[in-house]
């Protein structure tokens, strides 16, 4: 049978990745898909290192449309990132009649409800696994494996990047740029890292899993969202101290009042595997009520675990080129008019446990107020220290971990502990989650 042809849009970390998996596996991959599966055009922005690496065997242009217009090219793989041109370009392609791989998580928390409304109405096939975890297959174990589950929770390290400046912020004692920088140079970061570290990636990633998950809409919109730039080195030693890693979590949750979706430095206990999870690796927890908790665990960045998603992509596709499109997998798990609306529960009304740190003047009587205040808003204590201070120091930290609290009751009590006169500076409170 002839190859299946396929156009790359992007030839950067993923795009050549893409190309080097597909021209080294070649024999195994042609085993599995039925078909060859051929790289016949390559679009980016400008030619020269492209050409560089493919020379004369593959055709590369500067304009996205001439790959996406030709009658022979099956699948059009989005890898150039952002929100456009890349959803112009795959409404485009989905218009032509062609299937579409894409790693951009960016791209689909925004405009995923459109863009896969659009293909099914065209009756092309949508694949993204690469745009959740990098090579770890997340998005195939929720959509197929797990369907026989009720999904009641998903929680996950997945972004590769500021899961590498934590770990090496906390085993090398680095500082946090000069991981970043790192991290951009090994092709981890996104093309602007404040996406990476203010949690906007995982955030997007997120919303893809909560949606397949839970069967709703995507909804970046209801993300609460905080990175880890502010992090400070003595929080990630204090938890430490309290037997505990801080990591960039993300956590979608069905609540009986709603869907929980936030992503925010968390307090994980050191025994658990996701507090062990190093370096850009990524592992997603998911709780179905028939399968228990299952853990995917692996590369969540860089060039060829991206790629091995992608290709993957790629070979689903081409089995299921010639079926007829109702037996096609749904984008996004559930089928389209049976998709739920659900209440998403906003970041206030989160019930969560906290660690908090807190400077005081080093004083009679400043812990009986704090504590005080804390019992007013139904915030219980589970454990406390405090930082002996140096010779001469008159002040010092009080740290400690709460249990399970309303977060609305959180925000109204720190709000009262910080205009005591003897509370020195703002409350650094960072949620923690058991994950039992
Ligand atoms: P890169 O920045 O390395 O590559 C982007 C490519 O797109 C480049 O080849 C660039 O061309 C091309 N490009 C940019 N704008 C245009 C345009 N208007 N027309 C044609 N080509 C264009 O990105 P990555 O490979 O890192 O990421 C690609 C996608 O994969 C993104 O959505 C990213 O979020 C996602 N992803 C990335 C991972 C990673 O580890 N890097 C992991 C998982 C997902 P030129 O070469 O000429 O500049
Ligand atoms: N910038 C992303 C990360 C790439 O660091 O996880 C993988 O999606």
């Known amino acids: 049978m002839q190859s299946i042809k396929i156009g790359l849009l992007g030839f950067g970390t993923v795009g050549r990745g893409a190309y080097n998996v597909l021209r080294r596996n070649q024999q195994e991959i042609t085993r599995r898909a039925g078909r060859g599966i051929e790289v016949a055009a390559i679009a980016v922005r400008s030619a020269e290192r492209a050409r560089a690496t493919v020379g004369d065997e593959v055709p590369v242009v500067t304009d996205p449309s001439q790959v996406i217009s030709r009658d022979d090219i099956d699948i059009v793989v989005e890898l150039i990132g952002g929100y456009e041109p890349a959803r112009t370009l795959v ?12 790693a951009n998580k960016a791209m689909l928390a925004k405009h995923g409800n459109e863009i896969f409304e659009a293909a099914r109405a065209r009756g092309v096939m949508v694949a993204f696994e690469a745009a959740v975890a990098g090579g770890i297959p997340i998005i195939k174990a929720l959509r197929e494996g797990l369907t026989a589950n009720r999904i009641e929770w998903i929680a996950g390290i997945i972004n590769g990047t500021s899961n590498f400046i934590l770990s090496e912020m906390r085993a090398r004692g680095l ?44 909804n970046i919109d ?9 992090l400070a080195a003595e929080d990630i030693r204090y938890a430490e101290q309290l037997g505990y890693r801080i990591k960039l979590l993300g956590i979608t949750k069905r609540t009986a009042t709603g869907i929980e979706l936030r992503v925010h430095p968390t307090l994980v206990p050191i025994q658990r595997l996701l507090a062990n999870v190093e370096g850009a690796m990524n592992a997603v927890l998911v709780k179905g009520d028939a399968v228990g908790v299952t853990l995917y665990y692996g590369k969540g960045a860089g060039a060829e675990p991206t790629a091995s998603a992608v290709v993957a992509d790629l070979v689903d596709v081409t089995r299921m080129h010639t079926a007829d499109p109702e037996n096609h997998v749904p984008h996004l798990a559930f089928q389209p008019d049976h998709m739920a609306e659900l209440p998403w529960l906003p970041i206030d009304q989160t019930v969560t ?43 010092t930290d009080i740290i400690m971990l709460t249990h399970d609290a309303v977060e609305r009751d959180v925000d109204a009590a720190v709000r009262r502990i910080e205009q005591l006169p003897t509370v020195l500076a703002p409350v650094i409170r960072i949620r923690e989650e058991e994950l039992g």
């Open 91 to 102: 409404l485009e392609a989905i218009n032509r009649g062609k299937h579409v791989v894409t």
């Open 175 to 218: 500082p946090f740029a000069a991981v970043l920088a790192e991290a951009q140079r090994l092709g981890y970061a996104e093309a602007d890292p404040t996406f990476d570290i203010e949690g906007i990636d995982a955030a997007h990633k997120l919303a893809l899993l909560s949606a397949i998950a839970f069967g709703v809409p995507i």
């Open 222 to 230: 209801a993300a609460y969202t905080e990175g880890i730039a502010k």
């Open 353 to 395: 446990s906290y660690y908090f740190r807190m400077r005081v003047a080093d004083q009679p009587g400043v812990l009986a107020d704090i504590t005080r205040i804390l019992a007013d808003g139904h915030i219980s204590i589970d454990a406390l220290f405090q930082r002996e201070p140096s010779e001469g120091e008159n002040q």
